[in-house]
């Protein structure tokens, strides 16, 4: 839909999405809202009456909008590193033009999530690498000692990445394929990859490497036996060389399982991304719990940091977190796993409802109907 003035020049627009809900009537969503002016309230209230009774005309129930604009960007922890001073009276010109909004909630009550987390690109790739927080690290490293790869796949491997993810929406295979053929050229999927051979030789590696610390010990305590307070120190990492000895000669007994058994290899986890305006968006990632321990999500998520920071992209979406950073919730990993790469929390202002039919509205938000249909319209 495109809005003209009085002069005929188009003064904002928006994609409209629909489908039914109650018989004949219909949902409307404007994907991250219309691209209108917010600021300007005779227009917004104009066209709201106008939106109204368009709608209304063509038994629309309400019109759903979720604009992206920013109300603070925060750090891990939930402080503020800036804060938008026009919220408020934005807030006030929506609302008072006739929007309901579903509150600055901090999980997921809303159809899409208010918080995402963003890492913001344009350093050079060790910089980023040493601004992630020291457990995103060591998984990064732990999975490429896994012989975890990550691979640029194509459309025809979409089954393959849909089995990690079928259970995350009600959504079929068929939309995510489509998906590619509307997006062409600026969609991509990943997949995470156990490389059999690379896992050997990783594996070999670091258990000759600890062998050789474990057995230069052995000999320092022989040498230094009568030195007792040498002597405890040694035997004290003795004693932890021995437990890294025994991990690394388990890891290796597996490497060497799944090269046998495996050549091929095995697809563990993936992810899809959308490209626009210099920018990364993570679409859906997923991965096979069986082998979450070779911590694939965090090996995918640096790669593409590295490939899109390369092609001088300015940031990646990594997508929903929460707004909760100090109380622990069932959400804690989630939000402690993407804000680990270096992220910030961007908080956006949430989803406003224009409502157009009042009584079928309150049919649709009553409980018992809102858990019937719930899933079918996200």
């Given at each position: 839909?495109?809005?003209?003035?009085n002069?005929?020049?188009?003064?904002?627009?928006?994609?409209?999405?629909?489908?039914?809900?109650?018989?004949?009537?219909?949902?409307?969503?404007?994907?991250?809202?219309?691209?209108?002016?917010?600021?300007d309230?005779?227009?917004?209230?104009?066209?709201?009456?106008?939106?109204k009774?368009?709608l209304?005309k063509?038994?629309?129930?309400?019109?759903?909008?979720?604009?992206?604009?920013?109300?603070?960007?925060?750090?891990?922890?939930?402080?503020?590193i800036?804060?938008?001073?026009?919220?408020?009276?934005?807030?006030?010109?929506?609302?008072?033009?006739?929007?309901?909004?579903?509150?600055?909630?901090?999980?997921?009550?809303?159809?899409?999530?208010?918080?995402?987390a963003?890492?913001?690109?344009?350093?050079?790739?060790?910089?980023?690498?040493?601004?992630?927080?020291?457990?995103?690290?060591?998984?990064?490293?732990?999975a490429?000692?896994?012989?975890?790869?990550?691979?640029k796949?194509?459309?025809?491997?979409?089954?393959?990445?849909?089995?990690?993810?079928?259970?995350?929406?009600?959504?079929?295979?068929?939309?995510?394929?489509?998906?590619?053929?509307?997006?062409?050229?600026?969609?991509?999927?990943?997949?995470?990859?156990?490389?059999?051979?690379?896992?050997?030789?990783?594996?070999?590696?670091?258990?000759?490497?600890?062998?050789?610390i474990?057995?230069?010990?052995?000999?320092?305590?022989?040498?230094?036996?009568?030195?007792?307070?040498?002597?405890?120190?040694?035997?004290?990492?003795k004693?932890?060389?021995?437990?890294?000895l025994?991990?690394?000669?388990?890891?290796?007994?597996?490497?060497?399982?799944?090269?046998?058994?495996?050549?091929?290899?095995?697809?563990?986890?993936?992810?899809?991304?959308?490209?626009?305006?210099?920018?990364?968006?993570?679409?859906?990632?997923?991965?096979?719990e069986?082998?979450?321990?070779?911590?694939?999500?965090?090996?995918?998520?640096?790669?593409?940091?590295?490939k899109f920071?390369?092609?001088?992209?300015?940031?990646?979406?990594?997508n929903?977190?929460?707004?909760?950073?100090?109380?622990?919730?069932?959400?804690?990993?989630?939000?402690e796993?993407?804000?680990?790469?270096?992220?910030?929390?961007?908080?956006?202002?949430?989803?406003?409802?224009?409502?157009?039919?009042?009584?079928?509205?309150?049919?649709?938000?009553?409980?018992?109907?809102?858990?019937?249909?719930?899933?079918?319209?996200?």
């Amino acid at each position: 839909m495109g809005f003209t003035n009085n002069n005929n020049e188009l003064v904002g627009a928006s994609l409209i999405l629909y489908r039914n809900i109650i018989s004949e009537y219909k949902y409307a969503y404007a994907p991250n809202g219309m691209l209108i002016d917010y600021s300007d309230y005779d227009f917004l209230k104009e066209l709201a009456d106008k939106l109204k009774k368009l709608l209304f005309k063509q038994k629309f129930i309400f019109l759903k909008i979720d604009p992206l604009i920013h109300c603070s960007e925060r750090n891990e922890t939930g402080e503020i590193i800036s804060y938008n001073p026009q919220i408020n009276d934005l807030m006030e010109t929506i609302q008072t033009s006739g929007f309901y909004h579903h509150g600055f909630n901090k999980f997921f009550e809303t159809n899409k999530s208010r918080w995402n987390a963003i890492t913001k690109l344009g350093r050079n790739n060790d910089n980023i690498k040493e601004s992630l927080n020291k457990q995103t690290r060591n998984k990064i490293n732990k999975a490429n000692k896994q012989g975890v790869i990550i691979y640029k796949a194509t459309k025809e491997e979409l089954d393959i990445f849909y089995e990690f993810i079928k259970k995350k929406h009600n959504r079929s295979l068929k939309y995510y394929q489509k998906f590619f053929d509307i997006f062409e050229d600026n969609i991509e999927l990943y997949l995470a990859k156990i490389e059999p051979e690379k896992y050997v030789k990783m594996a070999k590696d670091a258990y000759e490497h600890e062998l050789s610390i474990n057995e230069h010990l052995s000999e320092q305590i022989k040498i230094n036996s009568t030195k007792t307070l040498d002597m405890k120190k040694l035997i004290n990492k003795k004693m932890e060389s021995d437990k890294l000895l025994s991990n690394e000669e388990i890891n290796l007994s597996k490497a060497t399982n799944m090269f046998q058994n495996k050549k091929d290899g095995i697809i563990i986890g993936g992810a899809i991304i959308v490209k626009y305006d210099r920018g990364i968006n993570l679409l859906i990632e997923g991965f096979d719990e069986k082998y979450k321990n070779y911590n694939p999500n965090y090996l995918l998520k640096w790669e593409l940091i590295k490939k899109f920071n390369n092609e001088n992209y300015r940031f990646i979406n990594l997508n929903a977190i929460t707004g909760e950073f100090k109380q622990k919730n069932k959400y804690s990993g989630l939000n402690e796993m993407k804000l680990g790469f270096s992220s910030t929390a961007i908080e956006y202002i949430g989803e406003f409802d224009l409502i157009i039919n009042k009584p079928l509205y309150a049919i649709y938000k009553s409980k018992p109907f809102n858990t019937i249909i719930k899933n079918n319209i996200k």
